[in-house]
């Protein structure tokens, strides 16, 4: 069974600039999520979908982020514009019944 | 309001070692909770998930412990490889929207 995909699994811009990262899950998996995680943090929840539709925006900064999950499978987050604090490594998770997650590789992205 | 602590935060051993990692959590009321495994800059490895009926799973020389009632975890490494060396986050799945609640993670080093 494929593992959870992202890419890309780096990424370097200027402050102001924007980005988007790709996410495909494990095939069959209805709900994906999207995590930020800081340096020597733990994981912090942007957005939850559960097919299409969003169950948990609560933490996603939506003046500069922004998601989408058009056809209830790959996933794609956008910053826009990038500020140097968005510099963290991004998540994405996928489960099958809302329980167990299986994460992708992360895309680390570097805000200059 | 749930928090998972995760003790020690940093730990080295010598190869061979058998070894214990941490986890508390305030609140009882838990779905389940899973031990990751992340190394640097990378995505979270999903090693065990324990739900709240049970006490423990193994897989190899991994083994985890619940006790729902104390709020406590652990992660028992037999044998210990250098290859084990990595942070070990723990999470536990919890609320009407069945977030998962992170540790800071044990940053662990096993020394040849």
């Known amino acids: 069974e494929a593992g959870v995909a992202q890419s890309p699994r780096y990424k370097i811009i200027e402050k102001r600039q924007s980005v988007a990262f790709w996410c495909n899950p494990i095939s069959g998996h209805a709900t994906l999520y999207w995590y930020q995680q800081i340096l020597g943090q733990g994981p912090k929840l942007l957005i939850q979908f559960q097919n299409n539709g969003v169950v948990d925006d609560s933490q996603l900064p939506k003046d500069r982020f922004s998601a989408e999950r058009l056809k209830g499978v790959d996933s794609t987050l956008k910053i826009q514009p990038a500020k140097l604090e968005d510099s963290a490594v991004y998540l994405c998770a996928s489960s099958a019944q809302g329980d167990e997650q299986f994460f992708g590789p992360g895309t680390r992205l570097t805000v200059l | 309001k749930q928090e998972v602590t995760q003790i020690p935060a940093a730990l080295s051993v010598p190869e061979g070692e058998n070894l214990v990692l941490n986890c508390s959590f305030t609140?009882?009321?838990?779905?389940?909770l899973q031990w990751f495994r992340q190394d640097p800059g990378k995505g979270l490895t999903s090693l065990l998930l324990?739900?709240?009926s049970q006490r423990e799973q193994t897989s190899g020389r991994l083994n985890a412990s619940l006790d729902k009632s104390s709020g406590r975890s652990t992660l028992y490494i037999a044998a210990s490889q250098p290859g084990d060396s990595a942070t070990y986050l723990c999470a536990v799945q919890a609320g009407n929207n069945r977030k998962l609640i992170w540790g800071l993670g044990t940053s662990l080093a096993v020394n040849p």
């Open positions: 324990i739900q709240s």
């Open positions: 609140d009882s009321a838990i779905y389940n």
